[in-house]
Every structure is written in C-alpha cells, then in structure tokens.
C-alpha cells in the first residue's frame, strides 16, 4: 500500500498562511482518495478536506471553508492543504490519510493508510 509523509507544519500568528504537504509512495497515488484530518490536544481527529483521486471532486468542513484548500498532483504523487487566514483554534496535529474508494469521507475509520502528522500552532 502507498506510504505518506507530511511536511510544511510550524509556529505562525493569527491571519498567517501555511501550506502542508503529503508525499505518497509505494503504490500508485491517482488511485487512492486522500484526506487532511486533524487532531488538537484531548480532542477527536476531525476531518479537515477530502479530495478524490482525480481531483475533481473536493469536500471541505464547515470550520475552514473558504480559508482551506485541498489539492493534489498526481504526477507528484503529492497531496497539499493550502491555509489561509489561520486562527488559534486550527492549532493541531494535521494528518493526510489515503483509501481506495472512500465511502463515508469524514470517519477517520474509513481510512486505512496515515501519515504521522506535522505539527501546526497558531498563536494568537
């Protein structure tokens, strides 16, 4: 099965912008939809945005719509979370999560295949 690694996660103020990664490999990345969830401290990993494999098709919380993109290059076989205007409560650990085939997108249990998530803090 395919592999993911995150990247871009750091330290930002209020209003900043951050743009996260998720590099796949192993198997063929256009066939898996994948996802961003993310998880604050005592809390529930929630879903951020899903995407499915060809892109054409996107789904986004009610929390980051409009401040949130999620975006994928098959060619790169790389997933991205654009984030814009971020606030404190998007502070978290964000995960990319890969399945052949979703069916029930916003259940982290759909998913079979995780990152180990990058670290994002938004300080207000």
């Known amino acids: 099965q395919v592999q993911l690694v995150e990247s871009g996660g750091g330290l930002v103020q209020a209003g900043d912008s951050l743009r996260l990664s998720c590099a796949a490999s192993?198997?063929?990345?256009?066939?898996?939809?994948m996802a961003w969830f993310r998880q604050a401290p005592g809390k529930e990993r929630t879903i951020v945005a899903h995407?499915?494999?060809?892109?054409?098709?996107?789904y986004t919380a009610n929390s980051v719509r409009g401040r949130f993109t999620i975006s994928r290059d098959n060619a790169k076989n790389t997933l991205y979370l654009q984030m814009n205007s971020l606030k404190p409560e998007d502070t978290g650990v964000y995960y990319c999560?890969?399945?052949?085939?979703?069916?029930?997108?916003?259940?982290?249990?759909?998913?079979?295949?995780w990152g180990q998530g990058t670290q994002v803090t938004v300080s207000s």
């Open positions: 999560a890969a399945k052949a085939s979703v069916v029930r997108i916003i259940t982290p249990e759909s998913y079979d295949v």
């Open positions: 192993g198997r063929t990345f256009s066939n898996y939809d």
């Open positions: 995407i499915g494999q060809t892109g054409g098709t996107t």
